[in-house]
Nanobody, 123 residues
Framework: QVQLVESGGGLVQPGGSLRLSCAAS????????MGWYRQAPGNDRELVAT???????NYADSVKGRFTISRDNAKNTVYLQMNSLKPEDTAVYYC?????????????????WGQGTQVTVSS
């Protein structure tokens, strides 16, 4: 099993900043694409940002220019730096990872979700 543990959420005023972290642990060979998604009450879960193992990032239009995703492959950790936060960024943020694992003599792809961390932007 692969576990993803998020940290860094909290309450922040509009215009403020937060940094989320997500560390992967467990039995896997390599982490591939890692990313962040969010879900606000009454809404579907939506993509925020993803980053490949090579460092190519992709962002939702709503966060471009304000959020930055990065990763430390040696630590199997992905980060989300969130600046200029708005009330509409309020949501539970989930970490997601695609990974490669070996089962017996077979290579298998898998994916895992974190438990979520609450981000609230309010004055």
């Amino acid at each position: 099993q692969v576990q993803l543990v998020e940290s860094g959420g909290g309450l922040v005023q509009p215009g403020g900043s937060l940094r989320l972290s997500c560390a992967a642990s467990g039995r896997f060979f390599r982490m591939n694409t890692m990313g962040w998604y969010r879900q606000a009450p009454g809404n579907d879960r939506e993509l925020v940002a993803t980053i490949t193992s090579g460092g190519t990032a992709n962002y939702a239009d709503s966060v471009k220019g304000r959020f930055t995703i990065s990763r430390d492959n040696a630590k199997n950790t992905v980060y989300l730096q969130m600046n200029s936060l708005k009330p509409e960024d309020t949501a539970v943020y989930y970490c997601h990872a695609d990974f490669l694992k070996v089962v017996g003599s077979t290579w298998n792809e898998g994916d895992s979700w974190g438990q979520g961390t609450q981000v609230t932007v309010s004055s």
